[in-house]
């Protein structure tokens, strides 16, 4: 229907001009220049002198085309500002349609920042099957549908917005957040968002993209739970390549679908209400009653994992264990530990 009245107003305008232009040719004997000109003032009532004296049949058509003009100018100026005020109202209610289905999400997660880190972040989430809601101050929309995994993806949310503003976290859900992942590619921001997302959620497990290592230290003092360093990632990655190439392959080979089955590394925290609070690793009978191993374990008060933990190593409120299994092993773990 927009494109319909578009149509319709360019084809009134180019009409205008034209029959304007050629009526003062024929009448007046002018220019082109000079009868487009007298077109263009007339059309739009700008009251500049005529090129030159018109005579008595240029009078009277100059009277009639102004009464037209005048018509059609402002009538197309008109619909141009109905397809305007329609396109706000439309965009307004889409937003409206978008911000109540964010409203009822609950363990989603939050990725800041759709450039080229985020855009990853998002794919391999959406491996898993995860439902994401998408912050970037661009035009979301344009993102979505440029990128092929992206587009018509039920499992995508998305808000335009600045993320370190709270209302726009807020509106992404962040209360009923499981993660956020904040992949801007500016460390102040980055720091910024970290900061509001737990100011709001403390709950919430945050991680931070970084570009400058100096700054890693800062993400982690406010309590960030992973921070990645692209150019050290991608050294430590290419070291162990050379150096391990086997433990190289077997880590490529996470996250990928083995049959029917979805195998990856996966992480469950310990939460205020876990039975095991108090308890050993080897009272949990993890491996006997799941059918996993915990090979490490981050201690709620430490910043660094624990790996291959004692089996007499006291569970606490917070501590996150680490694991390898299928996506249904890791959601019986999580409700054995935590229900």
Known sequence: ??????????????????????????????TFLESLYMTVIVITTIGFKEVKPLSHNG????????????????LSLSIFSSIILEFIILNNRSNKKMLDKISKLKNHYIICGI?????????????????????DIIDIKEIILSHLDFNNNKNIFYITGD?????????????????????????????????TAKKLNPDLTIASYVIEEKNISKFYSIG????????SLIGERLALSLTNKNIFK???????????????????????????????????????????????IKKY????????????TILEKGDILITFGSESQISNLEKYINS
């Not at 009245?5 to 004997?29: A, C, D």
């Not at 960030?224 to 150019?231: A, K, N, P």
């Not at 660094?304 to 089996?311: A, Q």
């Open 224 to 231: 960030i739970d992973e921070v990645i360093s692209g150019d």
């Open 59 to 74: 009078i009277i058509f100059t009277i009639i085309f102004s009464l037209l003009g005048f018509i059609g100018f402002f």
């Open 163 to 195: 993320a370190t503003d709270e209302n726009i976290l807020l509106q992404a859900g962040i209360k009923n957040a499981k993660g956020l992942v904040a992949s801007v590619r500016d460390d102040a921001i980055n720091l910024f968002i970290a900061l």
């Open 115 to 135: 450039g080229k880190v985020g855009k990853n972040v998002v794919s391999s989430l959406l491996k898993l099957n995860k439902k994401l809601v998408l912050i």
């Open 1 to 30: 229907m927009g494109k319909i009245r578009i149509t319709i107003i360019l084809i009134t305008i180019f009409s205008l001009l034209t029959i304007g232009t050629i009526s003062y040719q024929l009448i007046e004997k002018w």
């Open 301 to 312: 008060n430490e910043q660094f994992y624990k790996y291959n933990p004692d089996s007499e």
């Open 250 to 296: 077997f880590i490529e080979q996470t996250n990928i679908i083995n049959g029917d089955q979805t195998f990856y590394i996966g992480d469950i925290a310990i939460k205020e209400n876990s039975k095991f609070i108090g308890k050993s690793l080897r009272d949990t009978n993890i491996y006997r009653e799941i059918g996993l191993l915990i090979f490490a």
